[in-house]
């Protein structure tokens, strides 16, 4: 069982960056994939990006185009997401995820966090 808990959102300007954290309960963290995602309103849940237990495995949505940044530390059962150079569009409530398998698909990953609010004003 993993339990995981959001932090870092808020109200940010255009331009401007964000780090979110992600918390982790249990003693297994260290052996699941870390995953990234984000839904706006009205829309489905995106990828954004996710990273395996070793830290160097690292993959990304096309669509962000090098503007975020996923890495874990293990020792603290966090996992982290810097954004940078946000725009309006990224405006969203942001959730990750805990599963074993590698994945872009939301469906494959076992447990998420209750979500934090990034509003990016224009």
């Known amino acids: 069982q993993v339990q995981l808990v959001e932090s870092g959102g808020g109200l940010v300007q255009a331009g401007g960056s964000l780090r979110l954290s992600c918390a982790a309960s249990?003693?297994?963290?260290?052996?699941?994939?870390m995953g990234w995602f984000r839904q706006a309103p009205g829309k489905e849940r995106e990828f954004l990006a996710a990273i395996r237990w070793s830290g160097t495995d690292t993959y990304y949505a096309n669509s962000l185009k090098g503007r975020f940044t996923i890495s874990r530390d293990n020792a603290k059962n966090t996992v982290y997401l810097q954004m940078n150079s946000l725009k309006p569009g990224d405006t969203a409530v942001y959730y990750c995820a805990a599963g074993l398998v590698t994945s872009t698909r939301a469906t494959t990953y076992d447990y998420w966090g209750q979500g934090t609010q990034v509003t990016v004003s224009s």
């Open positions: 249990g003693r297994t963290f260290s052996t699941y994939v």
